[in-house]
């Protein structure tokens, strides 16, 4: 993932204009040429969830998640089963996305390809190693290839996303930071799950439930969801401002619980952080990808990856999901 600290001072400077440019997605015209195909297509694939065989209940409601001292994180679980909110916490919060904006990566790139939707042979490996170890080389082609900010400008305006906003104008080829909070992501997912053509949501989902232990840059992404629900499960990493090569490379398992300290989440709002370290867990988890996960995650500035995954499994095995889904 690219590193926050050498852009620190244009990126300050940018935050106003980011968060400006959020608040007026909602205002563009009308979307690309082939979103009307794209629509229809999904509205003819999608179809309900078959139930599990055996549903667990969730709690609905459910109290606010304790979050490590110093530590904002923005926490959302969605219930496909009950057509419902598990736990909505600092749901608009805004990250930036690291890694995460992937899922639209991906999306754009399917978007005109219908009605079959094929991925070629040649984009097949690069498609994979992004979506399921988090390769950077390939999003930066695909980003680079398919405009760069604009492919998030379309996907804000075809899946209604309400927090998400490109990088700063000033840093158009910096994919990671982009704008996106809890909320959007669990929108992003919906869309998948549930209106996608049938072919684009077996790819990335196929793809998201055979993710990797280690990123291609080395990191162990087994934080959060891998770490703490059953399968089926899957999942989409995202870390980023904690160097590019890890303190201790990705090969043995690794314990990312000890050693975490809670305090009660603090209140208000705020812009995007683009200093301090950022680390999420996405995804879904149980039968038939019944509940969607989201956990967004900004720590301070020169936390320690191992620190930082600690927190954030802590947090994740906390979620207020039926004890039957986790390890």
């Not at 926050?4 to 009308?30: F, M, Q």
């Not at 309900?48 to 979050?67: E, M």
């Not at 669990?186 to 990123?215: S, W």
């Amino acid at each position: 993932m690219p590193s926050a600290r050498p852009l620190r001072l244009l990126l300050v400077a940018a935050i106003a204009a980011l968060t400006l440019a959020a608040a007026g997605c909602g205002d563009k015209a009308d979307p690309p040429t082939g979103s009307a195909q794209f629509a229809a297509a999904s509205a003819a694939a999608s179809a309900a969830p078959p139930p599990s065989s055996a549903p667990a209940a969730a709690p609905t409601s459910a109290g606010p998640v304790a979050i490590p001292a110093g530590v904002t994180a923005g926490i959302v679980i969605y219930d496909r089963q009950a057509k419902a909110y598990v736990l909505q916490q600092k749901a608009s919060w805004r990250f930036r996305s690291a890694s995460l904006v992937k899922l639209l990566i991906a999306l754009d790139y399917f978007w005109n390809k219908g009605p079959s939707y094929t991925v070629p042979a040649a984009d097949q490996p690069q498609l994979q190693v992004m979506l399921r170890s988090s390769d950077d080389a390939a999003a930066t082609g695909l980003w680079k290839a398919n405009g760069q900010r604009e492919i998030v400008e379309r996907m804000v305006q075809r899946l209604g996303l309400q927090d998400t906003a490109p990088p700063p104008v000033s840093q158009p080829g910096f994919w990671g930071y982009t704008a996106v909070s809890a909320g959007d992501l669990v929108r992003v997912y919906q869309y998948i799950l549930d209106k996608a053509p049938q072919p684009v949501r077996e790819f990335i989902m196929g793809n998201l439930h055979q993710t990797t232990k280690c990123g291609t840059d080395h990191y162990d992404q087994s934080f959060g969801i891998p770490s703490t629900f059953k399968a089926p499960r899957a999942a989409k990493q995202g870390w980023s401002g904690f160097g590019d090569d890890p303190a201790t490379p990705c090969a043995a398992a690794a314990d990312y619980t000890a050693g975490a300290q809670f305090v009660p989440a603090a209140g208000g709002t705020n812009p995007p952080d683009m200093m301090g370290e950022v680390l999420h867990t996405t995804g879904t988890v149980g039968e038939n990808d019944r509940y969607i996960v989201a956990v967004l995650s900004v720590h301070p500035d020169g936390s320690q990856f191992s620190k930082a995954a600690a927190n954030l499994t802590k947090i994740t095995k906390a979620l207020p999901l039926p004890a039957s889904t986790k390890l």
